[in-house]
């Protein structure tokens, strides 16, 4: 009696060992389009699976699959949060078999050389360089990007896989590619060259050659000299280093700020004033002889005169008489050697264009 008491119990037992062992359900992952190895897992039936799939995953070399959404035992399909890394997760009660199909489009990427600031319209799915097959996609970018104070890079041109070339329009402030169909790896070359920003400053004359020029190339940098009564004599250009020229050819290898200092010669309009002086001398003594003139012959001829009237005549000549009794005093004290051709011709410019 024991032992049939003891085989019942042991049978029992088995019974539901293997009972306990065939509770398992399958959960079988595929993929749409065959774009991964499909496959099966078994799963004790009251238990959960946390199914986990890459968000992305190697096509090729040159192209990759992102995923879109999946289906649940052949339903509709649900799409995802589209990521181009990390890993998707779905919770999958075994209570009974499952099937998932897991949905991916292929991707290809957009590479862009030569320029930092840049981007994609209209932007990539996934937030990266990765764009869906089929899809077309421009590259935008500005035509003048600012280095650094005084440098900048200008886009002269792009190119397109090494052989699409285009030249930039930098009379607008963004360019943009063509259209470009992503059916393969693309990349976009953009070429730009380095400029630098030349200030020419000074306190006096017209200062020239301001603005921004390409790295490596040559410049004429300077300022005019003014024409006034003070003669301003050029001394230096005072920046990077001190140069003594005006003007000076410039090799542009970095941005530059000159500045002229000047000195200031007050011996032109000292000799200006001296001229006149004489000159206004001269004309007071032939004007008091003529004057003398003529009271004598008014004491003579006993003639009653209220006031010696001058007419427009008389002080015409009185200007005449100054303004070339002042060149001819200019004109002595170049021949004699007082004054340099510089300042000669300096004051004679003054004085004819006062006579003007």
């Known amino acids: 009696m024991k032992i049939v008491l003891i085989f019942l119990i042991a049978l029992f037992v088995i019974d539901n060992q293997y009972g306990y062992a065939e509770a398992k359900n399958t959960l079988t992952v595929n993929y749409f389009d065959n774009y991964d190895a499909p496959y099966e897992l078994e799963i004790d039936s009251d238990q ?53 199909v897991f949905f991916a489009v292929p991707q290809f990427p957009l ?10 319209s209209p932007k990539s799915p996934t937030d990266d360089n990765w764009f869906d097959s089929n899809t077309s996609v421009r590259v935008e970018f500005p035509s003048t990007l600012q280095r ?32 470009i169909l992503m059916t393969d790896l693309h990349t976009v070359d953009i070429h730009t060259k380095t400029q630098y920003q ?26 005019n000299t003014p024409n006034d009564l003070f003669a301003k004599k050029f001394e230096s250009w005072e920046g990077d280093s001190i140069i003594n ?25 000292a000799i200006i004033l001296s001229i ?40 015409s000549d009185i200007n005449k008489l100054l303004e070339t009794k002042a060149l001819e005093e200019l004109e002595s004290y170049f021949a004699d050697g007082l004054i340099d051709e510089e300042k000669y011709l300096r004051i004679k410019t003054s004085l004819i264009t006062g006579k003007q």
Do not use: C
């Open 48 to 100: 959960s699976y946390l199914l986990s799939q890459s968000y992305s995953w190697v096509r090729d070399q040159s192209s990759r699959y992102n995923l879109i959404g999946y289906s649940v035992d052949g339903n509709d399909i649900i799409e995802i949060s589209r990521k181009s890394r990390g890993n998707f997760t779905l919770d999958v009660a075994m209570d009974v078999p499952h099937s998932i």
């Open 148 to 179: 650094s104070e005084g440098e900048r890079q200008v886009v002269i041109k792009w190119i397109l896989d090494n052989n699409m070339i285009r030249f930039a329009n930098n009379k607008t402030n963004s360019l943009s590619t063509d259209h």
């Open 276 to 315: 006149i002086a004489s000159s206004v001398t001269v004309i007071y003594m032939k004007t008091r002889s003529r004057i003398k003139s003529v009271q004598k012959y008014v004491s003579e001829k006993d003639i009653s005169v209220q006031k010696l009237i001058h007419d427009d005549q008389y002080d």
């Open 111 to 120: 590479l862009v050389k030569g320029l930092p600031d840049y981007t994609f």
């Open 198 to 223: 030349i200030e020419v400053l000074s306190d006096y004359g017209v200062p020239f050659g301001n603005g921004w020029y390409d790295a490596g190339s040559k410049v004429m940098l300077g300022v």
């Open 245 to 269: 020229k005006n003007p000076i050819m410039f090799v542009i290898d970095s941005p530059k700020t000159i500045t002229a200092r000047w000195s200031i010669d007050y011996t032109v309009i």
